[in-house]
């Protein structure tokens, strides 16, 4: 009995410690400005850049704030979003920080 006790404690402590690594390595974050859409950062939303998600987030998030513009026609529309992103940012060319989105929680206007 002491000996499964033991185990089961030191595989809940194993457990317990990667569930909260896990949790430790996203952000949630707000970025809101204009949806765009540049050669150099592809789709962008404020801080946070939308490469890598699902069509089906894509879609929910021009729906609300209209199609990316680009530097010849900006997008008219301002909106929000809130997202989890890696906590890792990467520079861009005008030396922002953008944030990869891994999951969009909510979308809205201004």
């Known amino acids: 009995m002491p ?21 430790a390595s996203t952000l949630k974050i707000t970025c809101s400005g204009s949806l765009t859409n540049t050669r150099e950062d592809g789709v962008t ?20 704030c209209g199609l990316p513009g ?11 979003i809130r997202a989890v992103v890696s906590p890792n940012a990467t520079s ?7 944030y990869r989105v891994l999951e969009v929680w909510s979308v809205d206007k201004r």
Not at 45 to 64: A, Y
């Open 45 to 64: 939303l404020g801080q946070c850049e939308l490469n890598f998600i699902s069509v089906k987030q894509m879609n929910e998030i021009e729906d609300v």
């Open 92 to 98: 861009t060319a005008d030396h922002r920080q953008l």
């Open 3 to 23: 000996r499964r006790l033991a185990i089961f404690s030191i595989c809940s402590l194993v457990l317990g410690t990667i569930t909260n690594a896990d949790a």
């Open 70 to 80: 680009t530097s010849d026609t900006p997008a008219e529309n301002q909106c929000r």
